[in-house]
C-alpha cells in the first residue's frame, strides 16, 4: 500500500501530490455545464411562458425537463461556492449568484452555512448548520412529547419532501439567520429585492397565475430530490458519527458520505453528486472531475455504496443509535433493539480513515 495512503491516516502527501491535480478548474468543461445546466432551463421556462395560451398540459409536460436542468444549475452555483467551478475567482462569485437567483438562494450566506457542513459533517457536537436535523436515540427519549411529533413531523418523508422545498427554496433563504454577520445580512436581502423585483416583472407581463404555474413546479420538484440527495448523501444505516474528541474529517468524508449509483441519466441531471464520498474528501474539486477522481483512486473505492433503491428505503432511518453506530427507525428505538453492527458489503473494514461500526459501539460502551 502506498504510503501515503495507510488505514486510518491520509499523508500530506495523499492530498498534495494525488488529489490536487483533479482540483484544477477547467474552463472548457465549465462552459459546458452551463451550456447544459442554466441555459437549457432559460430557454425552457421561457417556452413554458409561450405555451402558457397553448395548453396548461404542455407547460406542466415542459416542467420535467426543466426541473432536471434546474438540478444541474444547482451544481453549478454549488461548485461555484466551492470556488472549484471556474479558475477565476471573480467568475465563480457572479456566476454563482446568478445561478443562485435560478434557484433562489442567497450565494455568499449558502457559501458560509455549507463551509461549515463539509467542516462539521459526522460530528455529533457540532449539528445544526447545512444538515439534515437528526437525533441520537438518549436525545429523542429526553425530549417533550410535542418535540417528539416535531421532530417525527420533519422527519416524515411526505413532510420532508412535500413542504420541504416550499420551506428549504422560497421561504427559508429570505430570511437572515441568527448566526449572520452585517454583510451576509446585506447579501441576502439584496438577493431578495432582486428576486423580488424579477418575480414581480413576470407578473406585470404575463399574470401572477401564469408565474406561479410556470415557476412552482420545476422549483418545486427540483427542490424535492435535492432535499432527498442531500439527506441520503449522510443519512444511510452504517453512516459516521462520532463526538468532537474522536471525529475525523477524513472518516467523516470517506465513511460519513455515501456513493450513491445512479443511472446515467440522473447522474448527468445531478451533476455527479452521487460521488459525494469523492467532493466531501476534496471539495475543491469540480463536479465534472468527480468521477475520474473516483476511478482513478481506490481509496474511494471503498465507500458506503447505495443504488438507488437502498437510497429510497433510507427515508425509514430516523434515529442514532449511539450503541451500535448506525441509524435506525423509530420502531427499533422504541423496542430497544439494536441489530448487530455491520459494515456495508462494498465497504473495506481496512479502507483508509475507515472507523467500523463496531469500533464505534465498543468506544461507546466503554
Known amino acids: 500500500m502506498d504510503d501515503a495512503v495507510t488505514p486510518g491516516h491520509l499523508a500530506p502527501s495523499f492530498w498534495r501530490d494525488t488529489l490536487a491535480p483533479y482540483a484544477v478548474p477547467d474552463p472548457r468543461r465549465a462552459a459546458a455545464d452551463v451550456a ?7 430557454i425552457l421556462t421561457a417556452l413554458m411562458y409561450a405555451a402558457r395560451d397553448v395548453s396548461t398540459e404542455l407547460v406542466i409536460a415542459l416542467a420535467l425537463p426543466a426541473t432536471g436542468f434546474l438540478l444541474r444549475t444547482f451544481v453549478v452555483f454549488h ?26 438562494s442567497p450565494f455568499h450566506s449558502w457559501r458560509h452555512e455549507h463551509a461549515v457542513h ?44 412535500g413542504f420541504g422545498p416550499l420551506w428549504a427554496l422560497i421561504l427559508e433563504p429570505r430570511l437572515v439567520p441568527s448566526w449572520a454577520r452585517k454583510r451576509f445580512g446585506a447579501k441576502i436581502l439584496a438577493t431578495d429585492v432582486a428576486l423580488v423585483a424579477i418575480l414581480a416583472g413576470l407578473c406585470a407581463l404575463f399574470g401572477w397565475h401564469t408565474v406561479l404555474l410556470v415557476q412552482l413546479p420545476a422549483a418545486m420538484l427540483a427542490g424535492a430530490v435535492g432535499i432527498w440527495l442531500f439527506y441520503v448523501q449522510h443519512q ?29 441519466v440522473l447522474r448527468f441531471f445531478t451533476g455527479n453528486i452521487g460521488l459525494h464520498h469523492v467532493h466531501h474528501l476534496s471539495p475543491r474539486i469540480p463536479n465534472y472531475h468527480l468521477q475520474r477522481a473516483h476511478d482513478e ?42 441489530a448487530p453492527p455491520r459494515l456495508g458489503s462494498d465497504v473495506s473494514a481496512n479502507a483508509p480513515g475507515m472507523v467500523r461500526p463496531d469500533q464505534r459501539a465498543e468506544r461507546s460502551n466503554g
Open 297 to 338: 483512486n481506490p481509496v474511494f473505492h471503498a465507500a458506503p455504496e447505495l443504488n438507488l433503491w437502498e437510497a429510497l428505503l433510507t427515508l425509514r432511518l430516523k434515529l442514532y443509535d449511539e450503541r451500535s453506530g448506525r441509524l435506525v427507525t423509530f420502531a427499533e428505538a422504541r423496542r430497544g433493539v439494536s
Open 118 to 161: 463539509h467542516a462539521t459533517a459526522g460530528d455529533l457536537d457540532q449539528r445544526g448548520m447545512g444538515d439534515v436535523d437528526t437525533l441520537t436515540v438518549a436525545e429523542y427519549a429526553s425530549r417533550s412529547s410535542a418535540q417528539r411529533l416535531g421532530y417525527r413531523l420533519m422527519r416524515n418523508p411526505l413532510v420532508m419532501l
Open 236 to 264: 444511510f444505516e452504517d453512516v459516521y458519527w462520532e463526538r468532537k474528541d474522536e471525529w475525523s474529517y477524513a472518516a467523516s468524508a470517506l465513511q460519513g458520505s455515501s456513493h450513491l449509483r445512479l443511472p446515467t
Open 79 to 104: 461548485d461555484c461556492t466551492h470556488g472549484s467551478f471556474s479558475p477565476w475567482r471573480r467568475v465563480n462569485t457572479w456566476l454563482g449568484v446568478g445561478c443562485g437567483l435560478l434557484v433562489y
Open 36 to 42: 447544459t445546466s442554466a441555459l437549457p432551463y432559460l
